[in-house]
């Protein structure tokens, strides 16, 4: 069992920047793939982007690519969502998780471990 707890959450009004943080409380975190999904009220989960476990390869959704960054620090068993030009339609709930294997994943359904979601707000 893995716990993820996800920080860095908050209200910002539109053209500002958020850096979301997710901190696992095992070492073994650092061989799992991690993605970022956010859940906005009356929608399905969605991707936004994946990382592999060492770092060495990237995905981010269309929607945010060139405002979005993943990052890890395996170092200290933690995954960044670094948010730019942040839009008052990427407001939601925003989630980490973690599955096994080397590839990242778009679907939901490939995750074997959840945070609690950290809401993020984007005011016009």
């Known amino acids: 069992q893995v716990r993820l707890v996800e920080s860095g959450g908050g209200l910002v009004q539109a053209g500002g920047s958020l850096n979301l943080s997710c901190a696992a409380s095992?070492?073994?975190?650092?061989?799992?793939?991690t993605g970022w999904f956010r859940q906005a009220p009356g929608k399905e989960r969605e991707f936004v982007a994946g990382?592999?476990?060492?770092?060495?390869?990237?995905d981010h959704a269309d929607s945010v690519k060139g405002r979005f960054t993943i990052s890890r620090d395996n170092t200290k068993n933690t995954v960044y969502l670094q948010m730019n030009s942040l839009k008052p339609e990427d407001t939601a709930v925003y989630y980490c998780?973690?599955?096994?294997?080397?590839?990242?994943?778009?679907?939901?359904?490939?995750?074997?471990?959840w945070g609690q979601g950290t809401q993020v707000t984007v005011s016009s």
């Open positions: 998780g973690i599955k096994n294997g080397a590839l990242i994943g778009r679907r939901a359904g490939a995750y074997d471990y």
């Open positions: 095992r070492r073994t975190f650092s061989t799992y793939a």
């Open positions: 990382i592999s476990w060492n770092g060495a390869n990237t």
